[in-house]
């Protein structure tokens, strides 16, 4: 599994990767976790506010940090 975590490097940003990294090791789950910091790269993705989730090249979550429910439901 590839996550990619779009944002500028804002506190919500690295929550979002903390919370993304907690909830991997809870599970279990082996995956690979990027940040991607460029704004043309975020754009690109379609992304309009950060932070955003991309799990392996799609988009599932953009704006806020996401619940814990939600990543454990990616991860599931």
Do not use: F
Not at 6 to 12: M, Q, Y
Not at 34 to 59: C, F, H, N, R, W
Request: proline share 4%; with cysteine; net charge positive.
């Amino acid at each position: 599994m590839d996550i990619k975590v779009l944002g500028t490097g804002c506190a919500n940003c690295r929550n979002t990767i903390a919370l993304i990294e907690q909830v991997a090791k809870a599970k279990g789950v082996k995956l690979t976790l990027s940040k991607v910091e460029a704004l043309p790269d975020i754009v690109g993705y379609g992304v309009m506010s950060t932070p955003g989730v991309v799990i392996d090249g799609k988009v599932v979550h953009a704006g806020g940090v996401p619940s814990r429910d939600k990543v454990e439901s990616w991860l599931a």
